[in-house]
């Protein structure tokens, strides 16, 4: 009989998932609510369905509004053209509010005003500012950054924001820190994926200082030249387009500067498959798949995935060095 092995990226997105987080995914999909199955059954109808109505419906509640479009920055260019609007705000990873990718429509409760930042740990200062106090003091532009989820997919998206230097020069860390952690919010209420026991709420990620203050490392507020909506992790979200995508924490409520390394949310869930560094490196395969490749949302193509995710002329110094470090993974 022929046995016909499929190759890692061959792999249905459900077996691109950890294991143990797949099983407890589907008793999470059966236990929450019948309803997100039958949006994930029909992806089309729910992009149709939401075509401009959440970025529409985002910025005219949003008091940030009149921020955007914030000016292009055009040091940052792409090799492919950007992703659809409306695939990027409808095809989504937020575990909070379920473990399928049509969380859009769900991610629509949580409630982004008021929403605060806290600054704390080793800083000369703690503070907890108001987003919207936050976004007067910090100089808004856009860039065009591409985005490799260690699922094998990518897309290409403009996100507004600002660099992550001016956010830790805001905060003020002691010469001692040497990393910064940051968390998402955590309300099961609202976010029902947060009633799920087994994984580690909140959702943290965490950055070296020299990771932080990389010219790369970008604190995203908007997207397609409006506020940023909820499904993309509004008001407040992380891209470090040289990582994996799970390393671009969403909706952050704290920032922790520290000594210690922070372990990550991933990382606790499953440390074999996901480590702190998460450099996209294609000759590194994750254990259950090849990352040789990436799926470009919104074609058919598959195109080979770069070093760095081809940011290596930005990032690469910050490795030179680091020694025995998992530091693709
Ligand atoms: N942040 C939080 N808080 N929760 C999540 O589940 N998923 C991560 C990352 N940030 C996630 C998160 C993953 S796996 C990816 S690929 C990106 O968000 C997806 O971002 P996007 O939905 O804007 O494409």
């Given at each position: 009989m022929l046995i016909k092995r499929k190759r890692g990226w061959e792999l249905k997105e459900s077996a691109a998932t950890?294991?143990?987080?797949?099983?407890?995914?589907?008793a999470l999909i059966k236990a929450v609510a019948a309803g997100p199955l039958v949006i994930a059954a029909a992806p089309l109808l729910a992009t149709a369905a939401c075509g401009d109505e959440d970025g529409e419906a985002t910025a005219?509640?949003?008091?940030?509004?009149?921020?955007?479009?914030?000016?292009?920055?055009p040091r940052y260019r792409l090799d492919r053209p950007l992703t659809d609007k409306a695939l990027a705000t409808t095809y989504n990873n937020f575990y909070e509010f379920g473990s399928h990718k049509q969380i859009w429509r769900d991610a629509q409760a949580l409630p982004i005003r008021p929403w605060t930042v806290t600054v704390d740990g080793m800083v000369e200062k703690p503070i907890t500012i108001a987003i919207d106090d936050l976004l007067k003091r910090m100089p808004l532009e856009e860039r065009l950054y591409r985005l490799r989820c260690v699922e094998a997919w990518s897309m290409a998206v403009p996100w507004s924001g600002f660099a992550m230097q001016?956010?830790?020069?805001?905060?003020?860390?002691?010469?001692?820190?040497?990393?910064?952690?940051?968390?998402?919010?955590l309300d099961p209420d609202v976010a029902p994926g947060q009633k799920a026991f087994w994984y580690p709420w909140p959702y943290v990620e965490g950055l070296t200082i020299a990771e932080a203050t990389n010219e790369l490392a970008f604190l995203v507020t908007g997207v397609y030249g409006q506020p940023l909506p909820k499904q993309n992790g509004a008001p407040l979200r992380l891209a470090v387009p040289w990582k994996y995508g799970f390393k671009s924490i969403k909706s952050i409520v704290r920032f922790t500067f520290?000594?210690?390394?922070?372990?990550?949310?991933?990382?606790?869930?499953?440390?074999?498959e996901y480590g702190f560094w998460a450099n996209v490196n294609p000759e590194v395969p994750h254990p259950r798949w090849s990352q040789a490749t990436e799926r470009v949302l919104g074609t058919d193509e598959r195109v080979p995935t770069r070093l760095y995710n081809g940011y290596g002329e930005f990032v690469a110094?910050?490795?030179?060095?680091?020694?025995?470090?998992r530091l693709f993974m």
């Open positions: 950890p294991d143990r987080v797949f099983h407890q995914r589907r005219g509640r949003d008091p940030s509004a009149r921020l955007y479009p914030a000016p292009r920055n001016a956010f830790v020069d805001f905060a003020r860390p002691l010469s001692a820190a040497q990393y910064v952690r940051m968390e998402t919010f520290t000594d210690r390394r922070p372990v990550t949310f991933w990382e606790e869930v499953q440390p074999r110094h910050l490795y030179k060095g680091v020694a025995g470090e």
